[in-house]
């Protein structure tokens, strides 16, 4: 195995922050990883795979894991549904995309949104009212202590919003080396609800959209306000959306009528971060290379040379003018390496 040492990685994390590893191994397979893990010389370990949810705001003085295991496969199958394995190395965007080549429906609305495989059980990603868990299976992931191959269930994944057992207490304790997914190949279920959606079908005269339709209009939504990682060092959604209560959100309502909002329950409401950072006046700002991008408050973006510590200092102090406006708590929902 070739062990390399101090490998900028810029190229592994879509912020395009120059850290450095100390020393970095390329993992393409899962003997390849178990051998990896026994090594002794290296005690600390840090895994990284698409880098898509990722800030580093300091050199890894360890032994970076690049997750890079390939491979595509269809595990069972009958004439209305399919279950696919894909491993984790794989480009989300890029199963997504082999999934609708081959007419299987269930990801159409998870369309190009960055990273691999391998983390989105960790996020539970999420886009136009859908979520992984909503055709997730199972999973495949290696325990770092043992070296041992364990399937976790969507039970076991305690799925949140934007959360997941791997964000709590098995953190940093696994690394996800596959996903399985269960999908239709026929009468799909098209979540055509959230509004930017119907309006993007509307605009190109489509009445009856097919799973390719659906996603072509997030790609185009997503693009028209997103911007590109390899074109502007971002990592999508800086911010959770938060969720306040009644009482909390009828103030702001009073203050802010037009104010954007999603009813999760009589008792819950769950506010846009993005329309938060904007009435703080944050859409759009640069301080140095770091910034806030000029059409959605959301993403931050280094636009060129700026280090992880100054983009996490932004995101600081945007959070302190959110709380202060609205006293409205705004958690990242980029994992922060400090």
């Not at 894991?65 to 394995?85: F, Y």
């Not at 989105?120 to 979520?131: C, D, F, L, M, T």
């Not at 325990?143 to 934007?162: H, K, M, N, Q, V």
Request: aromatic residues 8%; neutral net charge.
């Amino acid at each position: 195995m070739n062990i390399q040492e101090n490998i900028s990685l810029k190229p592994y994390n879509t912020f395009g922050i120059d850290a450095k590893a100390r020393y970095f191994v390329e993992i393409t397979g899962l003997a390849q990883l178990q051998k990896v893990l026994e090594l002794k010389a290296y005690p600390n370990k840090f895994i990284i795979s698409g880098g898509s949810n990722l800030l580093l705001t300091k050199d890894i003085d360890a032994l970076v894991l690049h997750i890079n295991i390939k491979g595509k496969t269809v595990v069972e199958e009958d004439t209305e549904a399919v279950e696919v394995k894909v491993m984790a190395g794989e480009n989300w965007h890029g199963f997504v995309m082999w999934c609708l080549d081959n007419g299987y429906g269930g990801l159409e609305n998870l369309s190009l949104i960055p990273g691999n495989t391998g983390t989105a059980p960790i996020q539970n990603i999420g886009a136009y009212g859908v979520e992984l868990k909503d055709v997730f299976v199972s999973c495949a992931a290696m325990e770092i202590a043992t070296g041992e191959l364990i399937s976790f269930d969507l039970e076991a994944c305690e799925f949140g919003y934007r959360d997941s057992i791997f964000k709590r207490e098995a953190k940093n304790k696994y690394i996800i080396t596959s996903a399985n997914f269960g999908l239709t190949k026929k009468d799909h279920v098209l979540n055509t609800g959230y509004g930017a959606i119907e309006d993007e079908l509307r605009k190109k005269g489509i009445v009856y959209p097919t799973i390719r339709d659906i996603s072509n209009a997030v790609i185009a939504i997503r693009q028209s306000k997103l911007p590109d990682p390899k074109e502007l060092g971002n990592s999508g959604s800086f911010f959770k959306n938060p969720v306040i209560g009644r009482k909390k959100f009828d103030r702001i309502l009073k203050n802010h009528p037009k104010i954007p909002h999603y009813e999760v329950d009589e008792d819950q409401f769950k506010i846009p971060a993005g329309w938060l950072i904007e009435q703080c006046g944050f859409k759009g700002k640069r301080i140095g290379d770091a910034g806030v991008h000029e059409k959605q408050a959301l993403v931050l973006v280094n636009y060129g040379n700026a280090t992880g510590k100054e983009i996490l200092d932004l995101a600081t102090q945007i959070q302190q003018e959110v709380l202060k406006k609205f006293d409205v708590k705004i958690e990242p929902e980029v994992n922060i390496i400090r």
